[in-house]
């Protein structure tokens, strides 16, 4: 059984940061890939950043510039680094972990971006 437990969301003024968490627990394999996706209220779920294994990363085009995803395999936690906060980027934030032929979810952080 995959636990991945998010971290690291909150308030935040426009023009803030904030850096989230991803904590696997469980048994995975070595090689596998994490992600972070989002979903506003009225929205569809969408992926925001993805790192390989290798470390290739992959972001949206709405983040791109603004965000940094990363890995750290011997604490098997990921991040993502958010840095120019807009109202747009208001959600609910999932990690997602992809090992073994299998997707596993978080229960979901929420960022909110309001002054």
Same mark, same amino acid.
């Given at each position: 059984?995959?636990?991945?437990?998010?971290?690291?969301g909150?308030?935040v003024?426009?023009?803030?940061?904030?850096?989230? %968490?991803?904590?696997? %627990?469980? @048994?995975?394999?070595s090689?596998?890939?994490?992600?972070?996706y989002?979903?506003?209220?009225?929205k569809?779920?969408?992926?925001?950043?993805?790192?390989?294994?290798g470390?290739?990363?992959?972001?949206?085009?709405?983040?791109?510039?603004?965000?940094?995803? @990363?890995?750290?395999?011997?604490?098997?936690?990921g991040?993502?680094?958010?840095? @120019?906060?807009?109202? *747009? *980027?208001?959600?609910v934030?999932?990690?997602?972990?992809? %090992?073994?032929?299998? %997707?596993?979810?978080?229960?979901g952080?929420?960022?909110?971006v309001s002054?």
């Open positions: 059984q995959v636990q991945l437990v998010e971290s690291g909150g308030l003024q426009p023009g803030g940061s904030l850096r989230l %968490s991803c904590a696997a %627990s469980g @048994s995975i394999f090689i596998y890939a994490m992600g972070w989002r979903q506003a209220p009225g569809s779920r969408e992926l925001v950043a993805s790192i390989t294994s470390g290739s990363t992959n972001y949206a085009d709405s983040v791109k510039g603004r965000s940094t995803i @990363s890995r750290d395999n011997a604490k098997r936690t991040y993502l680094q958010m840095n @120019s906060l807009k109202p *747009d *980027d208001t959600a934030y999932y990690c997602n972990l992809k %090992s073994g032929g299998r %997707s596993y979810w978080g229960q952080t929420q960022v909110t002054s």
